[in-house]
């Protein structure tokens, strides 16, 4: 399935599902293991695993398979790798913290550009 396409289903399921501040990141120029990250709050613990397994069903409704699930109940950042796509749910004070965001945004000095070039 083509990333877009899975993008599209996985922000349509997180808004079905109450998520809130959803935030979609192309990360394709910044790495390689994935093209887009989705980060989503969740209200509690178990609204964060509620949105990963139900992104998960909804996927494996068009024949994919996730990755991997990493967090749980109790935890306050649940991550759902689908490959070219993966998704952050997290609790405000976790997503404060992390400022996942900001640490995606920085982009690479020119000067290290050419040299890698």
Known sequence: MQAE????????????????QITTLD?????SF???????T???????????ENVSAKIGE??????GLEGGIGADW???DI?????????????????LEKLWSIDRPKEIEKQAS
Request: charged share 25%; aromatic share 4%; with cysteine.
């Open 5 to 20: 396409k899975l993008l599209k289903i996985v922000q349509d399921e997180l808004e079905e599902r109450k998520g809130l």
């Open 27 to 31: 990360v394709r120029d910044k790495t």
């Open 34 to 40: 994935t093209d887009y990250m989705v980060l989503v």
């Open 42 to 52: 969740g209200t509690s613990n178990r609204h964060l695993n509620s949105l990963c």
């Open 62 to 67: 068009s024949g994919v398979k996730p990755l």
């Open 78 to 80: 649940v991550l759902l």
């Open 83 to 99: 490959g070219d796509v993966i998704v952050h749910a997290m609790t405000t004070q976790a997503r404060e913290h992390y400022q």
